[in-house]
């Protein structure tokens, strides 16, 4: 008699059971290709060299909406506007819903793929020698259903999660892209907005100051006509107001061009936005200070930075998709169906046919092409590590000159209504001592030119420092929020289609 050799364990044991699914747990968990680097570390109050200024709060949060506190409902409309109409905007939203739909895409290779199919074939046979043997030639119908599963591979290496990993990462990326678009866009809108109001201002000097010198010419010319001046003070008073008529229509080109650009920022005709700011206002005041936040919070502020960071992430898996190429692959594939040659026989189990089983495939030669894509996407990680590392210094450089420059810009709006004041003092003293005939109309000239320049330059100085307060805004990454209703209708519309 021959004993019978027992196994170690019964095929049905639970021990039997727990080592194939361990055993399946290791080869699935199986990952190649490397992970991506971690984040750089966000820079401290030194780094980023932040001006010891009183308008420069780190101890307040940049606001989202930090355009509200420049206090004008008309920018306000305009930057909802802009929401609803910008076509950056819109593009930035198709594109995270087109990422969103490929991480369904790259997720389904996870999963078997199964159709149904029917099938209907008429046939001849055309040969002799079955012909001669007896065998029926004769034309005959088939009839087949059945399903099938196409071929499908066991992610034993980990390549289609990488694949997944680097969709997820790319569709992390156009969110935030989409964020640093909002920033953007509002921030552009409001620096435009001011432009506009600044050249308005402007325009304004100009015009009171030709009615002025209109005044003063049509004083001369009396006094030239009753014979107490001569020829070249009345030739010098017109001078004077013609260069300032000069002026304004370079003005209201200006105009027209801000008008323009405001239009397309907010997706509207040049005529729609042109009403929408037909009537003058003063340019708005920036807040006395501007919250900043801590230098180290800036990195996860700033949306191009979290852009550049899923990038490297996705560029990192793309890796290791290139790398499962090197390794065998295991597939799946099979067909179950039903054949007749009558439409009677299709309900007859009798008629089925079936074939399921895998298949292992392994490069041997490849002509380099596997290498190749591998150091392809090494070297694609490379430049998006290099990007990231660009745009974490980009946001540093940007966040300290900007504070610097709206600390800057306040101080000199403090010079240039100093400097207003005293010029406009001196014009009042200049025209009474040229009325008493004290000093003569050169000296009343400079004066006024003076305080025209100086009228200029308070103009000027008012709106850098809104135009500080926005550029700083900017820098911060402030302007979007993780509740925005674009974002959230972006992934809803995106992870939908998945």
């Known amino acids: 008699m021959h004993s019978r050799v027992e196994p170690p364990y019964p095929p049905t044991s639970p021990t039997r059971r727990i080592a194939t699914v361990g055993l399946v747990l290791f080869v699935t ?20 060299m932040l001006p010891d200024d009183p308008s420069i709060d780190t101890r307040a ?7 509200r506190a420049l206090g004008d409902p008309t920018l306000d409309a305009l930057i909802a506007q802009a929401e609803a ?12 819903r087109a990422a969103y739909a490929g991480v369904g895409a790259s997720e389904s290779q996870l999963w078997p793929s199964i159709g149904a199919g ?7 046979t055309n040969i002799a020698q079955l012909a001669a043997a007896g065998v029926v030639v004769e034309p005959y119908d088939m009839y087949a259903y059945g399903v099938g599963l196409s071929a499908w591979e066991i992610d034993l290496w980990g390549g289609v999660r990488r694949q997944v990993e680097a969709a997820k990462a790319g569709a992390e990326a156009q969110v935030d892209l989409l964020r640093n678009a909002l920033v953007s866009v509002r921030s552009q809108v409001a620096a435009n907005y001011i432009q506009l109001r600044t050249l308005e201002s402007q325009r304004g000097v100009l015009v009171a100051n030709r009615d002025a010198l209109l005044r003063s ?6 006094r030239y006509d009753a014979g107490t001046t001569n020829a070249l003070d009345l030739e010098r008073a ?8 000069a002026e304004l229509p370079q003005i209201e080109a200006a105009l027209a061009s801000a008008r323009a650009t405001l239009a397309v920022l907010c997706g509207e005709s040049p005529a729609t936005l042109a009403a929408r700011v037909a009537e003058p206002a003063a340019i708005a005041e920036a807040p006395d200070a501007a919250g900043v936040g801590l230098p180290e919070e800036l990195l996860a502020r700033r949306p191009d930075v979290r852009a550049a960071r899923q990038q490297l992430v996705a560029a990192t898996a793309a890796i290791g998709v290139a790398e499962a190429q090197r390794f065998p692959r295991l597939t799946v594939s099979g067909t179950f169906y039903i054949a007749s040659t009558g439409v009677d026989g299709l309900g007859d189990l009798s008629n089925k046919a079936y074939s399921i089983g895998p298949s292992l495939s392994l490069p041997l030669f490849t002509g380099g092409r596997i290498d190749s894509a591998v150091r392809q996407q090494r070297a694609e990680a490379e430049a998006a590590l290099a990007q990231y590392r660009q745009a974490v210094l980009a946001a540093v450089g940007d966040m300290s000159a900007s504070a610097a420059d709206y600390a800057h810009a306040r101080e000199t709006r403090r010079r240039s209504d100093a400097a207003l004041a005293s010029a406009r003092r001196a014009l009042a003293i200049a025209e009474q001592q040229y009325d008493a005939g004290v000093t003569d109309y050169s000296t009343l000239l400079d004066v006024q030119r003076a305080a025209l320049g100086a009228e200029s330059d ?4 008012r709106a850098a420092v809104v135009q500080g307060y926005i550029s700083l805004q900017r820098a911060l990454g402030a302007g979007w929020s993780e509740d925005e209703q674009l974002e959230r209708s972006a992934r809803t519309a995106g992870e939908a289609s998945r």
Do not use: F, H, M
């Open 29 to 48: 968990a199986c990952t190649v290709g490397p992970d991506a680097p971690e984040p750089i570390a966000a820079p401290d109050a030194g780094a980023a």
């Open 61 to 67: 949060e940049p606001s989202p909406q930090w355009w």
């Open 85 to 96: 109409g910008n076509q950056s905007l819109a593009a930035a939203i198709a594109n995270v």
């Open 118 to 124: 029917a099938q209907y074939t008429r046939t001849q």
């Open 217 to 222: 010419r049509d004083l001369v010319k009396a």
């Open 238 to 245: 017109q001078t004077q107001l013609e260069q300032v008529e």
């Open 458 to 461: 308070a103009v000027s100085a």
